[in-house]
């Protein structure tokens, strides 16, 4: 055994791929072209990028913790991961905010 390691495994110990996992493959991503678009939108102007960083939330709106004298009765999970653009649009406002901050100076608090 001069160090080298021989896999005895067969392939049919592997898992097969289903007609469900075949769909998946095969299926057409609607949003995908809109992905790309945001994902490669830069930002070169100062109006816009302000723009941005002030009409998308740093977080969630909409999650919300219901108090009734002074006691927690339930809690609003975040819904904005229900949407299927928030990582883009996440990645969006931090590139604006990015572009305020190294190339316009500007002092974001």
Not at 82 to 104: E, I, S, T
Request: net charge positive; aromatic share 10%.
């Amino acid at each position: 055994m001069n160090g080298l390691l021989i896999d005895n495994r067969s392939t049919a110990a592997q898992p097969k791929t289903t007609k469900i996992s075949q769909f998946r493959q095969r299926q057409f991503d609607l949003l995908q072209p809109l992905r790309q678009w945001l994902d490669r939108l830069e930002i070169a102007n100062p109006k816009l990028a302000k723009f941005l960083y002030k009409a998308i939330p740093a977080q969630c709106p909409f999650e919300r913790d219901i108090v009734i004298f002074d006691r927690k009765i339930a809690h609003i999970p975040p819904m904005c991961k229900l949407n299927p653009l928030y990582d883009q649009l996440v990645g969006l406002r931090f590139r604006a905010l990015c572009y305020l901050v190294d190339q316009c100076g500007m002092d974001i608090s």
